[in-house]
């Protein structure tokens, strides 16, 4: 099942078209994504009764982000070996968890405006978070992802690294940096939720480059095991959402380092989810 938001209701998307879940049940679920989330299991039960007469024609540049108000958003460093040797460091022996702060979060295809600095691209598989939960067992985690997405955690690397220590979650958090999308798709959708593959592709006038590519079976600490351990400290909310590390390929351990510039365009691909569609503006100096 594939599940998003239009114009910040809930909706359920198949063949191009969206239903509106909140009027689809007739009232009897909530039209926001939280509250619907908080709600999963009546969701899951209800949608393949549902009466989709009613759907609408979509594009996926009509959709917001599949929770476009999350309370918690977490993200993970280093959670790829490959890209922490690129970065310099050793693998983690427990998982590197910083926030972008949820006014960043968007929809699947905007324009972004390019802070002063060193703007980096970093594809991640977003983790959707349903009825929540406080210290979740591993073996119980997949139970509470509702689904899984698609992000961008873009990140200015003057800011992420000014200061000693370095902070990492204002310098991923301006205006835009947490593209989501443009649908989630639940667990059981995919062939092997393990492993899901994406693909990070920069357009630039006539030229298109493969920036980062890779699978979730190559993670340090698998999805599942995250959602465990963040959820043994933080009680996981609904619709909360984890960024669960990005794998080799960033523009800042290229050599020469190469960010992100005005006019370029920047293609996210997870499979079995879909695309992100970011283009870049020169922003205030
Ligand atoms: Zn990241």
Not at 213 to 239: E, N, Y
Not at 246 to 269: D, K, Q, Y
Request: negative net charge.
């Amino acid at each position: 099942m594939r599940f998003g938001t239009l114009g910040g209701r809930l909706v359920l998307v198949a063949d191009g078209r969206a239903l509106d879940v909140a009027t689809a049940s007739g009232g009897a679920l909530p039209s926001g994504a939280r509250a619907a989330l908080a709600r999963w299991d009546e969701v899951r039960a209800w949608a393949p009764t549902a009466d989709r007469s009613g759907a609408v024609s979509v594009t996926e540049a009509e959709l917001g982000p599949p929770v476009p108000d999350p309370r918690q958003v977490f993200a993970v460093a280093l959670n790829y070996r490959p890209h922490a040797a690129e970065a310099g460091f050793t693998p983690p022996d427990a998982p590197l968890v910083f926030t972008k702060f949820p006014s960043c979060v968007t929809g699947p295809v905007t324009t972004v405006a390019l802070p002063p600095g060193n703007v980096d691209w970093e594809i991640e598989v977003v983790a959707v978070i349903g009825a929540g939960g406080h210290r979740i067992p591993r073996a119980a985690a997949w139970d509470a992802i509702a689904g899984l997405t698609c992000g961008q955690d873009l990140s200015e690397r003057l800011t992420q690294s000014q200061g000693r220590p370095a902070q990492f979650s204002l310098g991923k958090s301006f205006p835009g940096f947490g593209p989501t999308g443009p649908v989630a798709v639940t667990p059981d959708a995919f062939p092997d939720r393990d492993d899901i593959r994406f693909e990070s592709t920069l357009l630039n006038g006539s030229t298109s480059e493969t920036l980062q590519s890779g699978r979730t079976g190559d993670m340090i600490f698998p999805i599942d095991d995250l959602v465990a351990r963040i959820s043994a400290i933080c009680p996981l909310l609904p619709g909360d959402l984890i960024f669960t590390g990005t794998p080799a390929g960033v523009g800042n351990r290229r050599t020469p380092p190469r960010f992100l510039r005005p006019g370029e365009t920047l293609i996210s691909r997870l499979d079995g989810v879909g695309e992100l569609r970011q283009t870049f503006a020169q922003g205030p100096r």
